[in-house]
Nanobody
Framework: QVQLVESGGGLVQPGGSLRLSCATS????????MGWYRQAPGKQRELVAT???????NYADSVKGRFTISTDNAKNTVILQMNSLKPEDTAVYYC?????????????WGQGTQVTVSS
């Protein structure tokens, strides 16, 4: 069973930065796709950023130029660096790791970490 442990959330003022980490009990190299999603109160969960094996990244338009997704393969960790945070970035952030196989896609979710942007 794959375990994901998220950390790095908290309260930050507008314009500030946070760094989210998602540590996995399995080698990062075994996943085909890794990403961060978020869910604000009363809203659906939405994609924030993804990175696929090989390094290609994808970002939601709302975070382009402010957020950066990366991996630390030595630590089996997926990182989301968030800069120039805005109140509308307030949400619970979840990491999602996926393995593509012959029988379909297996997805693993973290427990979520709260990010609150407020003055």
């Amino acid at each position: 069973q794959v375990q994901l442990v998220e950390s790095g959330g908290g309260l930050v003022q507008p314009g500030g930065s946070l760094r989210l980490s998602c540590a996995t009990s399995r080698s990062i190299g075994s996943f085909n796709s890794m990403g961060w999603y978020r869910q604000a109160p009363g809203k659906q969960r939405e994609l924030v950023a993804t990175i696929i094996r090989g390094g290609s990244t994808n970002y939601a338009d709302s975070v382009k130029g402010r957020f950066t997704i990366s991996t630390d393969n030595a630590k089996n960790t997926v990182i989301l660096q968030m800069n120039s945070l805005k109140p509308e970035d307030t949400a619970v952030y979840y990491c999602k790791l996926e393995v593509f196989g012959m029988m379909g896609t297996k997805a693993y979710w973290g427990q979520g970490t709260q990010v609150t942007v407020s003055s």
